[in-house]
């Protein structure tokens, strides 16, 4: 069989089907697999283009013994075993900065929507009602945000918010250096557990990421803050989120992701939490789109081409 096939495990642009199409490459396109089927396909893979519901570990890596390349469409890498496939010589790459833009537009957008009860009130006034009062807002300019990982998504974040007049702290244990003059750089979490009125996550899933946000993180807060997450839904401890928005800790959640997305694979008892959530006006949840936009994904795909071909 040809030792030229690459599974495309993902969606992406036409620009990087063809572009692999060029190299002389011949695409398996197969979205929807169960783990068996999956591993038969790996057999006789040179690449893979995944996101993420392909969970590259080592028993995935195994059956894959023509594999020398992963291209991952975005960021995280959690479901990828990069130490184990870079052991065996494959290339293991990701596209951050095809999604970040996309990413940071939805978590503002979110945010917007949040403290002028925009999509809320528009529900109510499909029902009929009218409500001004109810329906007063705040404003971002005076407010102090706190961002927590400056990569690629929280840089792009930061900007977004630069011409709103309002304070942005950053921490990011990872960086030193690189910071745009628009942002405070905090060499710990202190001052936004101090000031913060705004808490954006946006971390990649590790060991110490992993429940970042938790209750002790949040009782930590000397103001009840509103919860910005658009990284992954393992940052944010659940039912920490949903004391915090019963006992006033949290003023607002927007969520994009959720522990074990989507719906229909929650633990029971989490499931339980988040339709209690959606039931509130102060809490927004997405279903995992932020970085899914149609530039995003050429954007993306284009990264990737560069990386897995042009680069190569």
């Not at 807002?137 to 709103?164: P, Q, R, V, W, Y």
């Amino acid at each position: 069989m040809n030792d030229k096939l690459v599974w495309i495990a993902a969606p992406i642009h036409d620009l990087l089907r063809k572009g692999l199409e060029s190299k002389g490459y011949t695409l398996i396109d197969d979205q929807n697999f169960e783990r068996k089927s999956a591993i038969k396909t790996l057999n006789f893979c040179e690449g893979v283009i995944t996101s993420t519901r392909l969970k590259m570990d080592r028993e995935m890596i195994d059956a894959a013994p023509l594999l020398k390349w992963i291209g991952r469409m975005g960021s995280g890498m959690e479901l990828i075993d990069v130490p184990y496939a870079e052991s065996k010589g494959i290339l293991v790459t990701s596209s951050p900065e095809g999604n970040s833009n996309a990413v940071a537009e939805h978590a503002l957008g979110m945010l917007l929507n949040m403290i002028r009860r925009i999509g809320w009130s528009c529900n109510e006034v499909r029902a009929g009602q009218w409500l001004r009062e109810e329906n007063r807002g705040i404003e971002l300019e005076g407010k102090t945000i706190g961002i927590i990982g400056f990569g690629n998504t929280g840089s792009a974040f930061a900007k977004k918010l630069s011409g709103f007049d309002a304070s942005l702290l950053v921490y990011d244990k990872y960086r030193q250096e690189g910071f745009p003059s628009y942002v405070s750089v905090c060499q710990s979490l202190d001052p936004i557990w101090e000031n913060a009125d705004i808490i954006s996550f946006h971390v990649p899933l590790q060991n110490d990421t992993h429940h970042y946000c938790n209750e002790a993180f949040i009782a930590k807060a000397k103001k009840s803050f509103i919860l910005i997450n658009t990284s992954r839904g393992e940052v944010a401890e659940t039912k920490s989120i949903a004391a915090g928005l019963k006992n006033g800790k949290l003023r607002g959640v927007c969520l994009d992701v959720l522990e074990g997305e989507p719906l229909s694979a929650l633990h029971p008892t989490d499931a339980l939490l988040v339709a209690e959530m959606l039931t509130y006006s102060n809490a927004i949840i997405t279903p995992h789109i932020a970085g899914y936009t149609h530039e995003a994904v050429e954007k993306m795909s284009q990264i990737l081409l560069k990386k897995i071909v042009i680069d190569r």
